[in-house]
């Protein structure tokens, strides 16, 4: 055996292992670099457009011997951070903005370096009870009793594909039953729903788009219909999906009334709650959302309404058993995970499509200890109240249109020109307020017509933000009318 060989791969792989000198330069340039973004967070635009769009990055491939730190750092501040959308700046109010809270960042920083194994009890046991601890925590405030499990997964959209995967399994529904199944959503359920139902193998069942109401609401009236119907036709109604909070336009379809008919017909009632359901945090969300602890599962994005970077939804089902149902698994090769698992400490990764993955429950518990519920609590409240208020003060425009007062933290609007196409107005106003880059609003389609979305949701988004963003309103809206 060639013993020299071995040694000068093992220098030649050192710098895999910084030293504790390596280690303490790279962190603090690291930090603050960090620092440096989150001190100009409040000046630097919120929306970039930029020539080349991040494409330098091929200009420094990757190759044999690594780069100087600075070159790197430098390459991510320029290359990734100075194109497209800031969506930890306080002024982002497009689709449903994140946010990213600092402590879940330390979180991570640490999850990473102690690289726990989280997809298993017998391989970390705090860690997966730290995961069940956030679940859990969760599970309360909706109001989910104690029978309930759940999964945290990267995003509302797996979290969704387990949401029907359990439904599918749980309401017995085999290949040869797919194409007589029916499930009922509206034109305004997000699109990760068809997805996860193809995905799910279910794309030959019958999707039943029941009608909204004028405040974009599913009407429960319909869907009693079209169940009774497709029934009468001998049909086999299985799943409701129910929006929490819907992306489009924020509005909760009438929770308590779809339990009601989903009990009564014996469907399994979904509620994605991937935006508003953290709202049920404070009290006048906990209002909107009445009955979303009646549902038999439910999606919440931790990275949306609690602030998260990115890659943190979860799925809570119920009857905790439904979940386990299809994800569980066995395998020779765990044989020894199996022999120490504890019965009341199921692994995520009998509870997950997934088996190695991020230690995700860090970054939920870290904030939570070090800052407790009450901030997270008034920070939701204060996104509604603030959402109301903006409504409030666009009505006093004249010209301007409003959708329905905001059920959590959405408001839709558009302005109708003294001449003209409003479409083609709004969307010019849409892009006049994006190019302006100080604050960001998307649009939507509402009814057939262009419509402008406030969505209120960062935790550094406040009331300095919001009148920031009506005066801009107003301002593109003079500027665009006058030149028609
Ligand atoms: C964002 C969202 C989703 C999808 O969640 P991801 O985390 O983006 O995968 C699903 N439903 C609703 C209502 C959402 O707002």
Redesign the pocket.
């Known amino acids: 055996m060639d013993l020299e060989a071995i040694q000068t791969l093992e220098q030649q792989s050192a710098t895999l292992d910084p030293s504790p000198e390596d280690r303490l330069k790279a962190t603090e340039a690291v930090v603050s670099q960090a620092e440096a973004f989150l001190s100009d967070l409040h000046q630097s635009p919120v929306f970039n457009r930029s020539d080349s769009e991040g494409a330098g990055l091929n200009d420094t491939p990757v190759r044999e011997s690594g780069y100087e730190l600075e070159t790197v750092l430098s390459l991510f501040k320029s290359q990734m951070l100075e194109s497209g959308l800031n969506p930890a700046s306080p002024r982002h109010f497009g689709y449903?903005p994140g946010s990213g809270l600092f402590h879940s960042a330390l979180a991570d920083y640490l999850a990473a370096v102690s690289n726990r194994y989280s997809g298993i009890y017998a391989a970390s046991p705090g860690a997966v009870r730290c995961e069940h601890l956030v679940l859990k925590w969760m599970a309360d405030f909706l109001g989910y009793p104690s029978t309930m499990a759940g999964d945290l997964t990267s995003?509302?959209?797996?979290a969704?594909l387990s949401a029907v995967v359990t439904a599918r399994d749980a309401m017995g529904i085999r290949a040869k039953d797919v194409e007589r199944s029916v499930i009922y959503m509206t034109e305004h359920t997000?699109h990760?729903v068809e997805k996860a139902i193809r995905i799910a193998g279910l794309s030959e069942s019958i999707i039943r788009f029941v009608d909204i109401d004028d405040t974009l609401r599913m009407r429960a009236d319909h869907l009693a219909d079209r169940v009774r119907a497709d029934k009468g036709e001998g049909l086999n109604p299985f799943l409701l999906i129910a929006?929490a909070?819907?992306?489009n336009t924020g509005s909760v379809d009438p929770l308590m009334d779809l339990h009601t008919i989903a009990r009564d017909f014996g469907l399994w009632f979904h509620v994605?709650g991937?935006?508003g359901g953290a709202f049920a945090l404070c009290e006048p969300g906990k209002k909107a959302l009445a009955g979303i602890e009646l549902s038999d599962s439910v999606?919440m994005?931790p990275?949306?309404g609690l602030f998260l970077p990115f890659g943190t939804?979860a799925v809570l089902v119920r009857d905790g058993i439904k979940l386990h149902g299809p994800h569980r698994y066995e395998a020779d090769y765990m044989q020894d995970t199996s022999a120490l698992a504890r019965p009341d400490m199921i692994s995520p990764a009998e509870l997950s499509p997934e088996l190695s993955r991020h230690f995700r429950g860090l970054r939920l518990w870290l904030p939570l200890m070090l800052c407790g519920t009450a901030p997270f609590r008034a920070a939701l409240e204060e996104k509604m109240l603030l959402a109301r208020y903006f409504y409030q003060e666009l009505s006093q425009i004249e010209g301007v249109e409003l959708g329905p007062f905001p059920d959590l933290s959405i408001v839709i609007f558009r302005y109708i020109p003294k001449k003209g196409d409003p479409d083609g107005f709004n969307e010019r106003l849409a892009h006049e307020i994006q190019n302006d880059g100080q604050v960001f609003l998307s649009s939507t389609m509402v009814n057939g017509s262009f419509v402008l979305r406030m969505a209120i949701l960062s935790f550094r988004s406040h009331l300095k933000e919001v009148n920031q963003t009506i005066s801009i309103i107003k301002d593109k809206i003079r500027q665009l009318d006058n030149c028609v």
């Open positions: 449903i995003g509302g959209s797996v969704t997000h990760c929006t909070g819907t992306t994605d991937a935006y999606v994005d990275h949306k939804g």
